[in-house]
């Protein structure tokens, strides 16, 4: 890459990130209510982004060999019981993570 593609790339990807950031804030001011249809987008994205990354989290998940995707069950289940337990997202994915690592790395049933 020359120095001009790199000054260019710079320069857009600086753009590209300024606009995300103040273009919310210039067509939603303060004074003006926040449109239905924002509102109900923000109440569900969420829940649709998780269930995004669950589904590709487990697609290529091998149930019919062995270990019958038993590591990421139990990680799936470590999550939503700390998340049932503690109401914390960060807590509970960070638990599933180890846990998945763990079997994966150091069970003894492979």
Not at 31 to 36: D, F, G, L, Q, R
Not at 37 to 62: C, H, N, Q
Not at 78 to 91: G, P, Q, S, Y
Request: hydrophobic content about 55%.
């Amino acid at each position: 890459m020359t120095d001009l593609q790199f000054l260019i790339t710079a320069v857009a990807l600086t753009a590209g990130t300024i606009v995300t950031r103040f273009l919310p804030f210039i067509l939603f001011p303060d004074h003006k209510p926040i449109p239905a249809w924002i509102r109900f987008l923000a109440e569900r994205l969420p829940y649709a982004s998780i269930g995004m990354l669950v589904v590709y989290a487990l697609k290529d998940t091998a149930i019919f060999s062995v270990p019958y995707g038993l590591p990421e069950a139990v990680s799936l289940g470590i999550i939503t019981l700390v998340h049932h337990w503690k109401h914390n997202t960060l807590l509970s994915i960070g638990s599933g993570v180890l846990i998945y690592l763990f079997l994966m790395n150091f069970a003894m049933f492979f």
